[in-house]
């Protein structure tokens, strides 16, 4: 008699598997941290997600815009967000990367640092984005293409 | 998640398949060079990307990977004799030579010159390092030969097994990148094992079981780096290794020997799980060759006579529900790659991955199929080489490695992560 491993594994079994949803949809803050990030979420933002939303936020003080221009609260967005995206270019300022990490660490949401043509960088530029991101970042990835960042979001389920 | 035309297309790996197409871009390992210990030994079934072959080691120590039936009557030449440069067909005698073609139809007159026009399907099968490696892509377009570390050692550091996977090859890779799990799935083993226990960044492991992560694409594939608080304000860094299509390498312990994996589909719902461990500096003790042997380490114990785990699905994989109540292992079965592949066995032949839910610490997983859809696309519409099919891309290493703050990791340890002669490899 085969074993209950080898009866559940099968690909016979696989069919019974429960078919209904096993999650509800999460909602993602991308915000791009300088100006060369803004070139990227803007051209992210075009593609139609339904449960991400998208900011900058490129100055010093708490200022988080929405791609409009309109002002929004750092602290209204975090509250309602499950996972914040924070993106930078190589050698950027990221002023607000403290401000939006710090929002994040009070509430328990997690985040992810996304360093823009960090392949072409310059030790010294990547350097300073990383001491800007790393502080405040669960996962950092450095990509050769903002392309990623679309797969990203897919499997993210955004 | 992927969407179920991307799930398809990276884990098909027949001949007809893009996936399957990409992988015979390269040279992969296809069986242990002691299963063909001498000349005229008995030929080996042998199963890669969906294709059944048969190998055989000749009188003159050729090695040959040819379609395991005889183009006569479909009978396997497992069965056939090899004998006088050739392997001869149990059934009406016809005889072939490790290119596949057939030498001798003992029913026709040989000046008949019958046996000319019959050729089975072969591929080169090449020795390094104790393992023999297969290339099953265009005959024209050979890459240069693999020049992984772990095979270009003197044979007395380094040490290969195999073990068969009931899983797609897929799943079975990611599980090589997937640095999140280890401070869960493996965490007894660490203070444990004999081919890891006593280094010092194991305390790191054991201080912090909630690393931070790092995703570096690489020439090759990505270095996955895991970061933890060290002294003075350091962060103590194990950083993986994946190189496409399905090479990993896991950061070093202390002086143990660095190790790592193949994944080799066999079809598109087993595959083989390839295992070395090596050193580049010093031979590898008889102690540690006895501990692989025993299945420690990535290594397992095997079913008498066969590359099956011992711990299988056919015995529920030994589980010792006393052992996980106890906490002596947090899954219940013993030993680092039976829990892996117990637990990626138990998704079944091809993981629906439609329905998984993927945070934050998987982007290793996102950017590793990221990088193979793209590969696979740009190699099937233009023919563009992947990653890792240049031997650049393979003279590579994982690292365990102290570094300041800010510093980037690919920077910081690029040394490390370069597989240099006769130098010692980056660990603590």
Known sequence: ?158 | MLRKEQNDLLTATGPDSPMGRMFRAYWIPALLADELPENDCPPVRVKLLSERLVAFRDTQGRYGLVDEFCAHRGVSLWFARNEECGLRCAYHGWKYDVTGQCIDVPSEPEASGFSKKIKLRSYPLIERGGVLWTYMGPAETPPPPPEWEFITVPRTQTFTTKRVQESNWLQAMEGGIDSSHVSWLHRGDLNSDPLFKGAKGNQYNLNDARPVFEVVESPGGLYIGARRNAEDGKYYWRITQWVMPSFTMIAPRGTHSVHGHFWIPIDDENCWAWSFDYHPIRELTEAEIAAMRDGKGIHVRYVPGTYRPLANKDNDYLIDRAAQKAGRTFSGVEGIAMQDASLQESMGPIVDRTKENLVSTDNGIIMARHRLLRAVKAFADKGVVPPGVDPVHQKVRSAAIVLPPDVPFSEGASEALIARPAVAPASV
């Not at chain 1, 300088?34 to 010093?60: C, I, M, Q, Y």
């Not at chain 1, 990490?101 to 996304?114: K, N, Y």
């Open chain 1, 1 to 158: 008699m085969q074993s209950e491993s080898a009866r559940m594994s099968s690909a016979a079994e696989a069919r019974f598997r429960v078919q209904g949803p096993n999650s509800t949809p999460r909602v993602i803050k991308i915000i791009a941290l300088d100006a060369a990030a803004e070139v990227a979420v803007r051209r992210l933002a075009n593609a139609g997600w339904r449960h991400a939303t998208f900011f900058t936020a490129k100055s010093p003080d708490d200022a988080l815009s929405d791609l409009a221009g309109g002002h929004r609260s750092t602290e209204e967005e975090i509250e309602r967000a499950d996972l914040v995206v924070l993106i930078a270019g190589p050698g950027g300022h990221a002023y607000a990367a403290p401000i939006i990490g710090a929002a994040c660490s009070a509430r328990r949401v997690t985040t992810t640092g996304f360093v823009v043509d960090g392949m072409s960088a310059s030790q010294p530029d990547l350097s300073k984005t990383l001491a800007q991101l790393r502080p405040w970042s669960l996962m950092v990835v450095i990509a050769g293409s903002d392309e990623y960042l679309d797969d990203m979001m897919t499997a993210l389920r955004a």
